[in-house]
């Protein structure tokens, strides 16, 4: 006679056991690192949840110098325009963000991504349009961003 925990019925019973166990730890842990890196924080419009993290300081601060900072927010050149695909870029960037801090394996200074800079590109032509819409040819292929002469425009010189 088998026991409780004996045969097929017993391996599947701890299998959902260690399934359940390591579900209940990660979503543990990311609801706890959530709360305690002011997580809700990064769900607003306040350029104030972008220093939460230590090394955004200077960022930050080189923002609130620059001719943009009257008329933009963070998420005003870092994230897409349409909505969905705005929160799909604060997702991934929170993730790989989180990560990088909680391990410190990030850049220092910090430097943007490239399909993050192409979505400041983006915004800088979507906002500028009237300005600059003859100035790019149809194809972009090895065109300059904007920021390559405009280093100071979104964030005033801080290195």
Not at 41 to 50: F, I, M, T, V, W
Not at 129 to 137: I, K, L, Q, R, T
Request: glycine letters at 10%; a negative charge; aromatic letters at 10%.
């Amino acid at each position: 006679m088998e026991g409780p925990i004996g045969g097929k019925a017993g391996q599947i019973s701890l299998l959902v056991l260690g399934i359940a166990g390591i579900l209940g730890l990660t979503l543990g842990l990311g609801s706890f690192t959530f709360y305690y890196g002011q997580g809700t924080a990064y769900l607003s419009e306040d350029p104030q949840a972008c220093v939460n993290c230590h090394i955004m300081q200077e960022q930050f601060d080189s923002w609130i110098k620059s001719s943009h900072q009257p008329v933009t927010t963070c998420n005003s050149c870092h994230l897409p325009e349409n909505e969905i695909h705005k929160w799909v870029s604060k997702a991934d960037n929170g993730f790989f963000h989180s990560w990088a801090f909680t391990f410190r394996n990030h850049p220092d200074p910090i430097q943007i991504k490239p399909r993050n800079a192409r979505i400041v590109q983006n915004n800088c032509v979507s906002c500028h349009s009237d300005f600059v819409h003859e100035m790019f040819p149809d194809r972009r292929d090895g065109a300059q961003g904007c920021v390559h002469c405009h280093k100071d425009a979104g964030h005033a010189a801080w290195r």
